[in-house]
């Protein structure tokens, strides 16, 4: 499991977000590294039973370094105060929907989707609502599916897209600008399991996630079915 010290450490790297406080806590966060690897490693294998898209991805690929860039920011903390990796075909910098993983002080969660995409992307994935929108809406209206992840991210555009005709009887599915979903978690969610070997409320989680994901990828990919 992921180690218990993971939040107490990361509560503590908010109140102390300084390169010297870290560096003398430099010992525990690799301790704490190490074992968020082994973590996504083992996402990477379960998810792999799932979705075959995942099977050659590599942990170093996936995971977000607790380094910011501060070069132009406001906000000059050097450190996140949370772990993440993305799991996906290519890894973080992908464009195909994949598994988005977060461990953060009251604000743990698991994502799924496409997240802000590049325009064309983005018309990728408008082609493949307009052609099978209803395919979407089953997925989207699956019981399980609708009560672990009730809402699409709401950043959306005011009209209905170029080429497509505003009298689209699913006109409102066009209009996102992210096509991603995500579901809060308890922080003890991701320390359930001792010995890395069940997670089975995760791996329900992922199972749900997959037909959402194989979806914009299909699409991505430019499958015609």
Aim: charged content about 30%; glycine content about 2%; proline content about 4%.
């Amino acid at each position: 499991m992921l180690s218990e010290n993971t939040i107490s450490f990361l509560e503590r790297l908010k109140e102390n977000n300084d390169r010297t406080w870290f560096a003398e806590n430099k010992q525990e966060f690799d301790m704490i590294w190490k074992n968020f690897n082994d973590f996504v490693q083992v996402m990477i294998n379960e998810i792999s039973l799932i979705d075959p898209s995942i099977q050659n991805v590599q942990v170093k690929e996936c995971l977000f370094r607790i380094y910011r860039d501060i070069r132009f920011s406001k906000n000059k903390t050097p450190y996140k105060t949370h772990l993440a990796a993305y799991i996906a075909s290519g890894g973080r910098k992908s464009i195909r929907a994949g598994y988005y993983f977060h461990i953060e002080p009251d604000n743990c969660m698991l994502a799924g989707g496409v997240y802000l995409p590049k325009l064309d992307v983005l018309r990728k994935i408008w082609n493949a609502i307009y052609e099978r929108a209803d395919e979407l809406k089953a997925i989207l209206n699956n019981e399980e599916f609708a009560q672990n992840f009730p809402e699409l991210d709401d950043e959306k555009y005011k009209r209905v897209p170029s080429g497509f005709p505003k009298d689209f009887k699913d006109a409102e599915l066009l209009k996102y600008k992210s096509y991603s979903v995500f579901k809060t978690l308890p922080y003890n969610f991701y320390f359930q399991d001792k010995e890395f070997k069940e997670f089975k409320e995760l791996k329900k989680l992922i199972k749900i996630l997959y037909p959402f994901n194989n979806f914009f990828n299909q699409a991505i990919d430019e499958i015609r079915i």
